[in-house]
């Protein structure tokens, strides 16, 4: 029998990833779900070659996207008792839930005899959330820094945790004694810092990126028997205190999110669902909502503000492809039938379709149903959540190198009324430490609006990363009745428009105007060595 060609298998793949994904983008979804779409639609017609070679770009995009985490990572975050006692509370509490869910279809025709010990493993597997898609979610939004998106990948970390211990008395593996040697790795820090400053800013700094991800972090964690995405993840922690590390994490960024496209695809070749299947998932997808609701219940208990718990416990309401772990492992030890592994696929899938809609629409949930919301918070506040007092008539948000510069400039001109805002704690404490005003806040947060009371502010500078919170602030200042100026930074000229229309007085196009500045700094510096003309 002759074989199909691989450019052939190749072209197939790509093609219906990037019409499936094109046409979610159109109509307003992430490509994501497109590419979900794609893996299923390929199953279905019978194009499962290349599966393997596929699904192991999909392992190297999730050890990418943990490695970039670890970078970003405060391992002191995980001590906070919101974390791990909040993840301890939510998977049991699921756990219990889904459970009983699914043993109680066992008395319909949906599902034949089930077994507990077979309900309280798949409940298990339902409990947890996905990082891929979290992690995905917050960083699109330029979140990832902010109370809310650290806790939420802190609760992610605790459950990759959790998945080691599963996966280690699953398997029936007891580590090798060599583990014992991991915590060797810290007394290499000096050695990869001294690699990572000695690398260029090209192919070099990559190479080192998935050395550090790949041997240091997920063969060396293999080799001795666990979990080799655990070892990305401490990998990446490592490194994560070096200045070059963000730079490193934007350099894999491009990687990362190629090979996650194969993890997508990878999905849809689980299985074909048949109509129980699809009913029974079906039925899954109403306790989204339940998901998000317990964390966002949760992190109230815990103090902290309705929106910071809502901003929590949406990106987390999905399902997680460790449920297909979870399947997979259960099916090799004949704990499970196949089926299990097919459903869990399709739960996953749906979670993804029905997740994005939701996440995309937080903004708009919180602010219409925020009083309704604010019920739920404690009369005390969290630390990290609490309200601020600014004394400025000019205020900058998005403090990275833009947002930074743009407020050396300010103060020039109007010395003491400026002040800098930025979602990320450790941007702030550095910055306040170099002697500026800077305060931790989001622009996106219409609670920050009426915190601060924005009719004494005159001027509002957006220089955040991500265009959707440059545009979810500008609602934002609007609803609170802003009648000051507000200018933005765009990178490409759709944006800028975009910015524009919402009601943006005047937005810097970044790429666009790179030329005119560098003239503009050109000149001053050859006014200052007196040279005036030739």
Known sequence: METTPLWLIDAAWLSFAFVCGFIARLIKLPPLIGFLAAGFILNGLGIRQGGEALQELADLGVTLLLFTIGLKLDIKSLLRKEIWLGTTIHML??????????????????????????????????????????????????EAGSLHGVTAIGILV????????????????????????????????????????????????????????????????????????????????????HPKAKELSHTLMGFKNLFLVAFFLSIGLSGLPDMKIIIISLLLGLFIPFKGGLFFLLMSRFDFRARTALFTGFPLANYSEFGLIVAAVGVKNGWLEPQWLV???????????????????????????????????????????????????????????????????????????????????????????????????????????????????????????SHAANMTAVDQLQQAGFSGYIT??????????ELEKAGAHIVYQIFANVGEAYGQYVRQQLAALGVHSM
Request: charged letters at 20%; proline letters at 4%.
């Open 93 to 142: 509490v699921s756990m219990v839930v889904f459970s009983t869910f699914i043993y109680l279809l066992s008395y319909t025709s949906m599902l034949a005899a089930v077994e507990p010990s077979t309900a309280v493993l798949f409940g298990f597997a339902l409990s947890f959330s996905s990082t891929v898609y979290a992690v995905k979610t917050l960083e699109e939004r330029g």
């Open 488 to 497: 933005a930074t765009a990178r490409h000229e759709d944006d800028a428009l």
């Open 343 to 465: 459903l869990a696929a399709l739960a996953l899938t749906l979670s993804f379709v029905v997740g994005a809609p939701l996440n995309g629409s937080v903004y708009t949930f919180y602010a219409r149903y925020k009083d309704f919301l604010r019920r739920f918070e404690t009369a005390r506040r969290h630390p990290a959540d609490t309200p601020l007092e600014i004394n400025a008539d000019i205020l900058i948000f998005g403090m990275g190198r833009i947002g930074s510069g743009a407020y050396v400039e300010a103060c020039k001109t109007f010395p003491g009324k400026v002040a800098g805002v930025d979602n990320n704690r450790e941007t702030v404490d550095r910055l306040c430490k170099d002697g500026m005003k800077v305060y931790l806040g989001d622009a996106t947060d219409i609670d920050f609006w009426e915190k601060i009371n924005p009719g004494r502010i005159a001027f509002v500078s957006l220089c955040m990363s």
């Open 158 to 241: 605790m459950q990759d945790i959790i998945a080691v211990i599963f996966l280690t008395v699953s398997t029936g593996k007891i580590p090798s004694a060599w583990a014992l040697c991991l915590p060797l790795l810290y007394f290499l820090r000096p050695l990869f810092f001294t690699l990572l400053e000695r690398t260029d800013h090209g192919e070099l700094l990559t190479l080192f990126g998935l050395f550090m991800a790949m041997v240091v972090g997920s063969f060396s964690f293999e080799i001795v028997g666990l979990k080799p995405d655990l070892g990305a993840l401490i990998a990446g922690i490592l490194i994560g205190s």
